[in-house]
């Protein structure tokens, strides 16, 4: 997942390629890209569905996807409640 919304975030131009324009325009606002910049790379990533919000279900799912990436055994699912 975290994979897929990384690769999504760095296709800029929605051709499902990572060009070498899309990438180093990507490594080039991660490292220096202003805060606002960064923040604003993140915050497309848990948007999946790109409408401007993150959902619970969003958050939920990157945080399972973060947290997947972190441990060596399958961790239980984080659910965020209401
Ligand atoms: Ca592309």
């Not at 202003?34 to 990157?62: A, S, W």
């Not at 441990?71 to 659910?79: I, L």
């Amino acid at each position: 997942m975290l994979g897929e919304r990384m690769f999504s975030v760095c296709d800029r131009d929605h051709d499902n390629w990572i060009n070498f324009e899309d990438f180093v325009l990507s490594v080039a606002l991660l490292t220096h890209g202003t805060k606002d910049d960064r923040l604003k790379l993140i915050f497309q990533m848990y948007d999946v569905e790109n409408k401007g919000v993150i959902t619970r279900g969003e958050l939920e799912m990157m945080f399972n996807s973060f947290r997947s990436i972190h441990s060596e055994d399958t961790p239980p699912s984080v659910k965020i409640n209401q």
